[in-house]
Structures are given as structure tokens and as C-alpha cells.
């Protein structure tokens, strides 16, 4: 578990090169650790690499299917590479698997918002509240699309402003 800890440690501190070290050494010491296989795909990430973060994070979800956080990182890094189907499959899993997870339901209505199935996405938004009431993104969200709801309903060409919360470390699905 040193290796873990360690490269959570120089992680934090911006050292992706050596996170990754770190992180597989203790994959050899335990290779079913899902959390390990998540760091590797934070940090995978943060060095720009998606298909090696999407690997670990399927590894991670194998390992362990209901870890919410790894299918709000999955469908995020399957997004940013532009698999935005996928993406919204992983969030409708992650969404079936913790649906009290208020990130997974703001960054699910921003995919169905820009898909334009305005009702679907209002609700998922006002779900992220009920969870997570000072949920900020989903909030300004809910607004934008009940906008864009009354103005599609009045002829007025839709505008996106959808905020999802991506961050680079992943660690904002909790929001």
C-alpha cells in the first residue's frame, strides 16, 4: 500500500510521470486494488493520455461496478474524446447503478440538453438538487434549460450555456 499512498501523494502535488510509477508497482503487489486503477486513470488524464485513463477505468468498473465516481471519470474522458454516445451510456449506468449521485444526474441533463430533450434534462437537474440542494452547476443548469424550454416553446432559437462540473482530477462527481 506504500505505492498507493505515495502516488496519491505526488499526484496531488501535479507529478502525473510519477504517480503512474507508483501506482503500477502496486498494481503488482494487488492488482484487484479498483482505486489504483482509478488514480492511474486521474492521472492517465491529467498527462492527456484518455485511452489509457478509459482502460483503468474499465478496469476499475470491472472490479468494482457500482463505484459511481469511475463511471462520472469514464463518461467524462469518453466525452473529451468526442464518444459522446458512449459517454451517455456510462452516465445512464453510473445513474442505474448510485442514483443518488447528484454529479451523475447535472452532467447526464447537460448530454440530454444538448441532445435538445429539454424536459428529460430538466429533471435530471432538479434530481441533482433534491440530492445536492447548493449544488451550484446544476442549479444555473436547471435555469438555462427551463429558458431554453420557454423559448423553444415561443419559436426563439436555442443558445447552450450547459455547465457539466468536468474537472481535471474527477473528484467533482460528488458535487
Not at 432538479?126 to 429558458?147: C, G, H, M, W
Amino acid at each position: 500500500m506504500g505505492h498507493y499512498h505515495l502516488g496519491s501523494a505526488v499526484l496531488k502535488g501535479g507529478e502525473s510521470n510519477e504517480a503512474i510509477g507508483n501506482f503500477r508497482r502496486s498494481l503488482l503487489i494487488k492488482p484487484d486494488y479498483y482505486t489504483t486503477h482509478y488514480q492511474l486513470a486521474v492521472a492517465f488524464r491529467a498527462r492527456g493520455e484518455p485511452n489509457e485513463a478509459i482502460m483503468h477505468l474499465r478496469q476499475t468498473l470491472q472490479i468494482k461496478p457500482d463505484f459511481a465516481e469511475g463511471h462520472y471519470l469514464l463518461g467524462l474522458t469518453l466525452q473529451s474524446t468526442g464518444d459522446v454516445n458512449a459517454a451517455a451510456r456510462q452516465f445512464r449506468e453510473g445513474l442505474r447503478r448510485a442514483p443518488d449521485h447528484a454529479g451523475l444526474h447535472n452532467i447526464y441533463g447537460a448530454v440530454l440538453a444538448k441532445r435538445g430533450a429539454l424536459d428529460e434534462a430538466i429533471g435530471h437537474f432538479e434530481q441533482a438538487l433534491r440530492i445536492k440542494p447548493d449544488f451550484e452547476k446544476a442549479s444555473l443548469n436547471l435555469s438555462t434549460v427551463r429558458r431554453l424550454k420557454r423559448n423553444a416553446d415561443r419559436g426563439v432559437a436555442p443558445r447552450f450555456d450547459i455547465r457539466s462540473g468536468s474537472k481535471r482530477s474527477g473528484a467533482e462527481g460528488k458535487e
